[in-house]
């Protein structure tokens, strides 16, 4: 290495420490003033779970960070980050496989196979009842408003047939069925990240093919990125839209007409996952960048031709499942019926002019987004920007981000619940790739002794960064989600769920009435529905079920269980 590149490595790596400890210092007042100030800005829905991560789970990451930031910079190059980065190369398939055991079992035994917040529990609802072989799930009319606490907010009903589903587009619903069926349904979000792991690793390939290592360092950030771990063993969508986007987006970096099409049927996977909005603002630099590629009248051709099967399928599915439950005619009984069902699916949020409560939120939500990923990965995607013009695929993939984020500003919502900024989840590659390029920028172009790779001292400081929070910050998340689970379940009253029973959840604890979860059908042993008081419970069991009998009463709500019942409630 000469020295010019030496006192080039050296400026970089200080850029990064720099920047990276004055980010997290920035995130760290802006938690303070929330603290302090949060109640004063102008109101956005769904602020009090997003303020609460924020101070009670993010601000305790940022001194973590700091010191993983400030630590790195006494570790001296070693041989063995070379092997690393050859192994992930080398080796995509294991270390994918290996992430999906682990994120598997993380699953069962730190989320506990529960999906905690309604976001998660809707898309599992319906997937259930397409398991039963139904499109809809079917509650007693008279005991919906029990069975759904949040009205028509999250789950559709229809009050005289007690016809219910999601008020998602069931695209990942259909891919959750079979697993539910198999009873796995936490296994499909580890696979999805597994495969995405591999998706990554062919696109570093793909668009750095002079630099070997390329592949190792997207891989080695990714697995550094709490957020993108812990949402793969939840029952959120953004895994499955980060595998299908990223998909697409692969068979797009050389277009021809047959990758254009499978293009499209990957985009179309990502279009009905849970609502379209996201994949439509992510697709759009990508159609720009096939519009300016050699044959491109074909290739959008064929791209179009691909999103068409799947979109009119999971169209005519979505709206009649919506027609089943808010009681209107099928699809082409009423052409305009169905548009205006389409309309009202097309995204969960209102388009509202931006305000500052707006912006405040969302400066926030990159807050978050810099908490839950890699330290310092933001200022490394930064840097990387400047390779743009050499590698103009890299333009295309920050776009869909930027894009992404500066229609956020047009939509109300924090995003409540969620690790880290979940809305910008399926966009983490230009992200990964970004900083990728920032770093094989300081690399030699042709693959160098193990001793000279080594002696970069960004190289080394970087990959020093991924292994600690890889290990450090990951499970420093990891202990956070599984105390907030195992916290929020512990909220329900004292039962036997093998044991046909009532469980009356009461509405005064934390988010406890997102505890109301049901199969579709009913067919649980227990049933959970909203308690609404000691008095006004015990009279509705007595006209409902009164063979019943209390068995639990306190703060928490109420057990009733039922008399030589067997293991169900009859309906």
């Known amino acids: 290495m000469n020295e010019r590149q030496e006192t080039s490595d050296t400026a970089a790596t200080r850029r990064i420490a720099l920047f990276g400890l004055l980010g997290t210092l920035v995130f760290g007042a802006a938690c303070l003033d929330l603290y302090l100030n949060g109640a004063t800005y102008h109101p956005v829905p769904n602020l009090k779970i997003f303020y609460h991560l924020i101070l009670h789970h993010d601000s305790a990451a940022l001194l973590l960070q700091i010191g993983i930031l400030a630590a790195a910079l006494l570790l001296c190059p070693a041989p063995w980050m070379q092997r690393l980065l050859e192994f992930i190369v080398r080796h995509p398939l294991r270390l994918g496989g290996a992430t999906t055991s682990v994120l598997a079992l993380c699953a069962l035994l730190l989320y506990h196979n529960h999906p905690l917040s309604m976001d998660e529990y809707l898309v599992r609802f319906q997937a259930q009842a397409f398991a039963s072989g139904r499109l809809t799930g079917e509650f007693p009319p008279a005991l919906l408003d029990r069975l759904i606490p949040h009205g028509s907010t999250f789950l559709l009903s229809c009050p005289e047939s007690g016809l219910v589903i999601s008020k998602y587009w069931p695209g990942f619903s259909l891919l959750l069925a079979p697993f539910e069926l ?144 808010l009681g209107g005619p099928p699809l082409f009984a009423d052409p305009a019926g169905a548009v205006a069902l389409l309309t009202a699916a097309a995204t969960t949020e209102h388009i509202v002019a931006p305000s500052l409560g707006i912006a405040w939120v969302r400066f926030l939500a990159l807050l978050k987004l810099w908490a839950w990923a890699m330290p310092g990965l933001l200022v490394l995607a ?89 290990t450090i910050c990951n499970l420093q998340r990891f202990s956070q989600v599984q105390d907030f689970v195992r916290n929020h379940l512990a909220q329900l009253p004292r039962h036997d769920p093998t044991e046909a029973s009532f469980v009356f959840v009461s509405s005064g604890g934390f988010y406890s009435t997102d505890l109301v979860q049901n199969h579709p059908r009913l067919e649980a042993p227990t049933w959970y529905l909203l308690s609404q008081g000691a008095k006004a419970d015990e009279k509705f069991m007595q006209t409902v079920y009164p063979k019943a009998r209390r068995v639990h009463l306190g703060p928490d709500g109420s057990v009733w269980k039922l008399v030589k019942s067997g293991n169900a409630i009859p309906r």
Not at 404 to 412: I, M
């Open 182 to 325: 198999a009873r796995v349904p936490w296994l499909l979000n580890p696979l999805l990240f597994g495969g995405s792991l591999l998706l990554l690793h062919k696109a570093a390939r793909e668009i750095f093919p002079s630099q070997p290592l390329a592949p190792g360092w997207a891989i080695l950030m990714a697995l550094a990125c709490p957020q993108l771990l812990i949402t793969s063993f939840s029952y959120y969508t953004m895994p499955a839209h980060l595998f299908f986007n990223l998909a697409f987006s692969v068979l797009l970096i050389q277009p021809t007409p047959g990758k254009a099409a499978l293009a499209g049927v990957m985009g179309a996977m990502a279009l009905v996952q849970h609502e379209p909005a996201p994949h439509l603002l992510y697709a759009l630099p990508w159609f720009a960048w096939v519009a300016i590629k050699p044959g491109r009248v074909w290739n959008i051709l064929s791209l179009v031709i691909g999103y068409l099967p799947l979109v009119i399928l999971i169209t005519w599915l979505t709206t009649t499942l919506r027609s089943h439950a």
């Open 382 to 470: 930064v840097m990387g920007a400047a390779r743009v013009r050499r590698v103009p695929i890299l333009a295309v993939f920050a776009a869909s981000m930027l894009l992404t984020f500066a229609a956020s500003l047009f939509f109300q919502g924090s995003q409540g619940h969620g690790w880290g900024y979940r809305h910008l989840h399926y966009c983490y590659p230009a992200l990964l790739l970004l900083a990728t390029a920032a770093l094989v920028g300081h690399a030699p172009a042709e693959p160098a002794a193990p001793s000279t790779h080594a002696q970069s001292r960004l190289l080394a400081y970087v990959c020093s960064v991924a292994v600690m929070s890889a």
